[in-house]
């Protein structure tokens, strides 16, 4: 095992940070971010300076500050003059950012956080699809039914498909036109396609999905405000239900 300097462990992230700019940036970003997030860094612990962690990470000052900064972004650690950079309350990280989440699942997850994913979920997408199935232009409809398509045809155990299932949910916030809905379209997104994965890391998905998804689809096309409402919700909670199912395991 390698030396820890402020909670990492240093052969660890050198192994991942091999390349240069963007990428070294983001794979120091990724470890700190993934090793915050799994609690091996907990809330209130300092991190090494930046001196001190760059050459320890064999990394540049520059690749280390850009990666502090992308954690910064996300609300994850602060920095302040003589105080150093310290991980924040995890009630101020931005849970939704597809990073985090995408670091939350790299281990695995907090059980209490995939419920409030799916709990989000319910309250968010069943309203999203109401709004969609009354806004809907054609160019929405064209976009859900493509997405429909590619998830029959690539299925969600593929990334192709799991792809598709996240361009299914996005163009139902995009369908309902409400910008302050729109925003959430890259979390929630992100949300279906950690979730989706987490179900499947042991074994295949004990039905298929996409039938689900059709009577979604067919019912925001079909302008039908109330079945758009009822399909979303049903979608979800047999989503949670094979994910209960996944985590029993």
Known sequence: ??????????????RSARG?????????AHYLGTAIVSGAIAPGERLSGEVANSEALDVSRTAY??????LTAKGLVESRPKAGTHVLPRSRWNMLDPDVLAWAFANEPDIGFVRDLFELRAIVEPAAARLAAERRSKEDVRALKDALANMRRYT??????????RDFHDAILRATHNEALVTLSAGISAAVNWTTQFKQRSR???RDPVPDHARVADAIAAGDIDAADKAMRLLVELALEDTRSAMAR
């Open 65 to 70: 500050r850009e990666a502090v900064q992308v």
């Open 156 to 165: 969600l155990a593929t990334e192709a498909g799991r792809a598709a299932d």
């Open 20 to 28: 240069t700019g963007r990428r070294l940036r983001g794979a120091v």
């Open 204 to 206: 295949a998905l004990p």
């Open 1 to 14: 095992m390698g030396r820890r300097r402020g909670g990492v462990e240093v052969s660890e992230i050198q």
